[in-house]
């Protein structure tokens, strides 16, 4: 019996190790083709072209495996970041405002705010759909729609910053945060869509 269970052991230590040594072979070259690499290569090269391209790396790279390498997926997820960014933006602004006793001057920036983000959500709404559909010979006239749109969306977002620019007060500070980085986005997603249409 012994001789038999020295020879099942070496066996299996033998087995043990042949599939160590295929688990390693198959994890370095899942490694090495990983695919994640490109989709995340690509997003980091399209980025160079807008003006805020750590903050649009840091935003669409959680999209890598929708956006592949595909341009027009790579701006509609920057679309979509700036319009969910709007919206809680939107909210952000009504929540701070709440329950304050502002001065008639920043009671008004508030209200002028928050219509003004509301246009940019509106026209940020409109651009996505129509970038769904692009395909066909009216192609440019779309994209041109498109760019209008978040062109003016970026407007109003500068327009609601103009109001919190006087004064030094917390509020005004955490709101503007709030709308640059909204800015910042729309910026990225407009040049992504620029390159887009040039290409």
Not at 11 to 39: G, M
Request: glycine share 4%; net charge negative.
């Amino acid at each position: 019996m012994q001789p038999f269970t020295c020879s099942m052991l070496s066996l299996l230590a033998i087995l043990s190790f042949f599939l160590s040594y295929n688990f390693t072979i198959i994890s370095a070259t899942s490694t090495n083709s990983d695919p994640d690499t490109a989709y995340t290569d690509f997003i980091k090269a399209s980025c160079q072209a807008t003006k805020y391209a750590d903050l649009c790396f840091k935003t669409l790279s959680p999209y890598a495996a929708t956006i592949q390498v595909n341009p027009m997926e790579l701006a509609n997820a920057a679309l979509t970041v700036s319009l969910k960014s709007a919206k809680s933006t939107s909210k952000v602004v009504r929540a701070l405002a709440k329950g304050r006793d502002l001065s008639m001057r920043d009671g008004q920036a508030v209200a002028d705010c928050l219509e003004n983000m509301s246009d940019s959500v509106d026209e940020m709404k409109k651009s996505m759909v129509e970038m769904k559909e692009l395909d066909g010979p009216e192609f440019n006239e779309k994209m041109g729609n498109v760019k209008t749109w978040v062109s003016a969306a970026l407007t109003d977002e500068d327009t609601c910053m103009d109001g919190f620019e006087e004064g030094d007060g917390k509020m005004k500070e955490t709101i503007r945060g709030y709308i640059v980085n909204v800015a910042e986005l729309t910026s990225n997603a407009l040049a992504l869509i620029t390159n887009l249409s040039s290409t």
